[in-house]
């Protein structure tokens, strides 16, 4: 059974449009992520040393950094590392590799530096900029993002050699705001935090996606998607999961549209795991009533983005 046939053809969909891959094609342009896009060419175009994206899980981060490295030409050399750790030489071993940088795993650091630099610096003399693309980078301990900041000391002239784009979850900027990383948040140029959509947001989106899926886009109904927004609260990724869920079982039903007793069938049978998520957890993911969304590089005089504020 080809995994595309579940429940398309019973709704006259072409490809399941839920699914939890990242997928540039069914890119939904909300506010807020034509903001965090803006960021992100601006961090690249301007040569920011350091760029910072962050959201909630699922939020649509990596998403973006796909649909950017598909935008990017043969002028930019970019590596992309997701999930890396270690210690200083294993670092500057991930980034290396990241960027087809030749090396010896027995080499010492600094040779393993000076490879590196050479490396970077000749890019530079052939007109190629630098781009190091860390994801889920809230797993590097505070030693490794201050080797991941020295990278970015490396210049020539009054050009940054490399530029480093830092994209994790909301923990990442709490770390990087932090006393000790002082040196690092001064070299944060643009900075974003990308919340949970809003309910007509959702609306929009789930809307888009059926009709990027050979849908007329009301295959959802209204009704079902304040229930599935107010069960997910906006976060792209858990729409995804209990949207697929509710087409499932408005198809075993043998129903033509989701409405909001199979959004309740799917949450009250428990098969949507994350509505087990405790009502303090979802609190962080409520956007605050002022516009924190707006970029870090429009906000007059400040280096870094305000932490939301708690409230409640």
């Given amino acids: 059974m080809n995994s ?33 896009y803006a960021v992100l060419e601006f961090g690249v175009l301007s040569r920011a040393p350091i760029t910072l994206i962050t959201g909630e899980i699922g939020s649509g981060k990596t998403t973006l950094v796909q649909k950017l490295l598909s935008q990017m030409d043969e002028s930019v050399r970019v590596g992309l ?41 000749s890019e530079y003399a052939e007109g190629r900029r630098v781009v190091l693309i860390i994801d889920e980078a809230q797993n590097l301990s505070s030693e490794g993002l201050e080797e991941m900041r020295m990278l970015t000391n490396i210049n020539a002239n009054k050009d940054e050699l490399i530029q480093l784009i830092l994209v994790g979850q909301p923990e990442l900027k709490t770390i990087v705001l932090s006393p000790g990383m002082r040196q690092l948040a001064q070299r944060v140029a643009a900075s974003f935090h990308l919340d949970g959509m809003d309910e007509p947001t959702v609306r929009s989106y789930i809307k888009h996606r059926l009709k990027v899926a050979g849908g007329k886009g009301s295959e959802i109904t209204p009704l079902a998607c304040a229930e599935i927004f107010r069960a997910t609260h906006g976060i792209p990724r858990l729409v995804n ?22 959004v309740r069938n799917v949450l009250d049978d428990g098969v949507f795991f994350a509505s087990n998520v405790s009502d303090d957890d979802q609190e962080l993911n409520e956007a605050p009533e002022d ?3 707006k970029p870090l590089f429009l906000r007059q005089g400040r280096r870094v983005d305000i932490p939301k504020k708690k409230t409640g």
């Avoid at 006259?12 to 807020?32: A, H, I, M």
């Avoid at 071993?93 to 030749?102: D, Y």
Wanted: net charge negative.
């Fill in 4 to 36: 595309n046939e579940l429940y398309t053809g019973h709704f006259g969909l072409t490809e399941r449009p839920f699914t939890l891959v990242p997928d540039p094609s069914f890119l939904f342009w909300s506010k807020q992520h034509k903001r965090a």
């Fill in 81 to 121: 590392l997701s999930n890396v750790q270690g210690d200083r030489g294993e670092l500057l071993q991930w980034v290396m590799n990241a960027l087809s940088i030749p090396f010896e795993p027995t080499e010492s650091y600094v040779t393993l530096f000076q490879r590196f630099q050479e490396s970077i610096v």
């Fill in 241 to 262: 999961q209990l949207c697929e869920l509710s087409l499932l079982y408005a198809w075993s039903s043998n129903n033509k549209r989701v409405s909001v007793k199979a």
């Fill in 291 to 293: 516009d924190t969304t």
